[in-house]
Nanobody, 118 residues
């Protein structure tokens, strides 16, 4: 069982930045991939960023060049740096830890709310 705790969300004006953190209860080196999702009200959960154990990263087209996923020096932390935020980025952001299958199949945190005002 892996427990994940997200933090760093909040209210920010359009054009601003936030850095989200995800702390896992285990060393993330043992995890196949760490993933960030978001879910806006009335919309499906959307995969926005993935960091694989080999070092590769992937991003949704909607956030590419504005979001950056990285692993912290502490082996159990993953970050999501979000820049040039837009009102449409408003959502609850979740991280997941994937051992196999897809990011949707992994363990989930409780999420952190990000609200971007225009």
């Amino acid at each position: 069982q892996v427990q994940l705790v997200e933090s760093g969300g909040g209210l920010v004006q359009a054009g601003g930045s936030l850095r989200l953190s995800c702390v896992a209860s285990v060393n993330t080196l043992s995890i196949n991939a760490m993933c960030w999702f978001r879910q806006a009200p009335g919309k499906q959960r959307e995969l926005v960023a993935t960091s694989a154990s080999g070092g590769s990263t992937n991003y949704a087209d909607s956030v590419k060049s504005r979001l950056n996923i990285s692993k912290g020096n502490a082996k159990n932390t993953v970050y999501l740096q979000m820049n040039s935020l837009k009102p449409e980025d408003t959502a609850v952001y979740y991280c997941s830890a994937r051992y196999s299958g897809t990011c949707y199949d992994g363990y989930w945190g409780q999420g952190t709310q990000v609200t971007v005002s225009s």
